[in-house]
């Protein structure tokens, strides 16, 4: 995997531009989840429906481009999923998402504190 | 001066290549490469002369006492201390510190007893006193930094109370280089009554050091950050304190006689080195002092001096970016941490890997110092002796290909 695959057009539009970037005013959890080796932190708001699926999500980050990407990319594919489905997601869908099959292990942590931060909050 | 070039061919893993580029390894603060000198010496004990010290009755382990014990002297001359009873071995700086917290600490300290840190410390600086204080009930106290990184002691004289029972604070930066003004501040303490810790783990690889002339009264550094094998390092402790600390660790090697009820301890230096101690180790530490000395410290000074002034120019001269630290001219050792505007340092190290560039990206074991210069993260490239302006320009390449593919 070279650089380029990495920085490729997608990815550095989802970390410059990432979606669903703010915050909810409605919402039925928040959580702060942080990387203690690099700094990165992820706040998100989360706001179910009736029937317990994603209606809204909304968040803020510092980072790096592979772990703001991989939020905006993460939360923007869990609207309309329900608790359930996303307590199943795995590190390897997270990656598919981001097209970032082969990264080095100190990158892979960047790209699932999304993850991570989202399971966890789901779990308070 | 060294001749660089023939320095780099002393170190055999700088002849790799790295992503097809020519390897560039500037991240000396956290640890730094091994002359072939030091590997051959690690081998050399393994392969001729491996047994424990201190205690065997035969040749092979007379022999490794007496290169463990020749390492101590080597680092007793090379920093100057009186004593070779003042020279102990640990695992490293963090190592070090903590001997000092748990043994030193715990008999001297008590509840509302202030213990005085900087705001610049290493996080191993930080952590056991923490814990200490905790145990102890005692109370911490930080003498601020400004927004460049320098100790601000306009008024320092109001940190040294009746309740101040230590002092310990880093003698240069890991993060951005600065060498603090030890002797007015170790005056200062001193006057006051006060002992002094010295993190040395930046300073020792890359300057004379002297204990007797900084006169501090703990001095802690590491091995593996002075062209030493990992897993050892040193603390001084002056001879009269030491005498008087309880043991830290305890077990085999640090006794005298052990009954079923009690123990008598083993002399100094002994005393604080429990358990089969890193023999190789201590060994190779030895050689890498060697090696040092035949550079000279002065030497190895005034290259860092010269790489590092023509980094910081070439570095500063990229659009968009920070270059942490004092503005002007102030002493500083081989060290430059810097940000890119809109480039995450994390992006930064991955894009310079690409080009053979090794740097550190992060907050360099230093929350407190980062959250003071207003920032999470920093770029960090730091400076060895085997470091040429080539180096740089091939940081300073790379850094400009990163601005292209990141902005």
Same mark, same amino acid.
């Given at each position: ?7 490729? !057009? ?14 909810? @005013?409605?919402?039925?959890? !928040?959580?702060? !989840?942080?990387?203690?080796? /690099? ?24 980072? /790096?481009?592979?772990?703001? @990407?991989?939020?905006?990319? #993460? ?13 199943? #997601? *795995? ?6 998402? #981001? ?10 942590? /960047?790209?699932?504190? *999304? ?10 | ?60 382990? =007379? ?234 410290? =002065? ?109």
């Amino acid at each position: 995997m070279s650089i380029s695959d990495i920085y490729r !057009e997608e990815i550095i539009d989802h970390a410059k531009n990432p979606r669903n970037y703010g915050k909810l @005013a409605d919402f039925d959890f !928040e959580h702060k !989840e942080n990387n203690p080796v /690099c700094g990165d932190t992820i706040t998100f708001q989360l706001k179910l429906d009736g029937q317990k699926k994603v209606k809204d999500i909304a968040f803020e980050g510092n980072g /790096c481009t592979v772990s703001q @990407a991989a939020t905006s990319l #993460l939360f923007e594919s869990v609207k309309g999923k329900t608790v359930r489905e996303i307590k199943k #997601l *795995s590190q390897a869908d997270v990656l598919d998402l #981001l097209g970032l099959d082969n990264i080095t292990p100190s990158r892979v942590k /960047c790209a699932l504190l *999304s993850l991570e931060a989202l399971k966890n909050g789901i779990k308070q | 001066m060294p001749d660089i070039t023939k320095v780099k061919l002393d170190f055999p893993i700088l002849s790799q290549k790295m992503n097809d580029q020519r390897l560039v390894y500037l991240d000396n603060a956290a640890t730094t490469q091994k002359p072939k000198k030091v590997i051959d010496a690690i081998t050399e004990f393994y392969e001729k002369y491996n047994a424990n010290t201190h205690r065997g009755i035969y040749q092979l382990s =007379e022999k490794a006492t007496a290169m463990y014990e020749d390492s101590r002297e080597k680092v007793r001359a090379f920093i100057g201390a009186e004593k070779t009873e003042e020279i102990i071995f640990t695992r490293g700086t963090t190592e070090s510190i903590n001997l000092v917290a748990y043994s030193w600490g715990r008999k001297n300290i008590e509840a509302e007893d202030e213990i005085l840190l900087t705001e610049t410390e290493h996080h191993s600086n930080i952590v056991p006193w923490q814990l200490l204080a905790k145990e102890k009930g005692a109370v911490i106290k930080y003498i601020p930094v400004d927004k460049n990184g320098k100790l601000n002691l306009d008024n320092i004289d109001q940190y040294f109370t009746k309740k101040t029972k230590l002092l310990a604070l880093i003698h240069v930066s890991n993060v951005l280089g600065v060498v603090n003004p030890i002797r007015e501040i170790i005056t200062k303490a001193h006057t006051s009554g006060v002992p002094v810790l010295l993190d040395g783990a930046q300073s020792t690889p890359h300057m004379p050091v002297n204990v007797r002339e900084l006169d501090c009264d703990f001095f802690a550094f590491s091995g593996h950050k002075m062209l030493g094998p990992t897993g050892v390092g040193v603390l001084y402790v002056r001879e009269d304190i030491l005498e008087e600390m309880p043991p830290f660790l305890s077990g085999g090697n640090m006794i005298r006689e052990v009954t079923m009820a009690e123990t008598k301890f083993e002399d100094l230096p002994l005393r604080f080195e429990a358990g089969t101690m890193p023999i190789a180790q201590v060994i190779g530490l030895g050689v890498a002092i060697d090696y040092l000395k035949s550079i000279g410290m =002065e030497n190895i000074w005034q290259h860092e001096q010269e790489i590092v002034n023509y980094a910081l120019a070439k570095i500063r001269a990229i659009s968009g970016v920070t270059v942490y630290g004092p503005e002007e001219t102030v002493e500083r050792s081989g060290v430059v941490s810097f940000a890119i505007d809109g480039i995450h340092p994390h992006d930064l190290a991955s894009v310079l890997n690409e080009a053979g560039v090794a740097i550190r990206a992060g907050h360099h074991c230093a929350q407190p110092l980062l959250s003071a210069l207003g920032t999470e993260a920093t770029a960090r490239a730091s400076f060895y002796i085997y470091n040429d302006q080539k180096d740089v320009d091939q940081l300073v390449d790379a850094i400009n290909q990163a601005i292209k593919i990141l902005k």
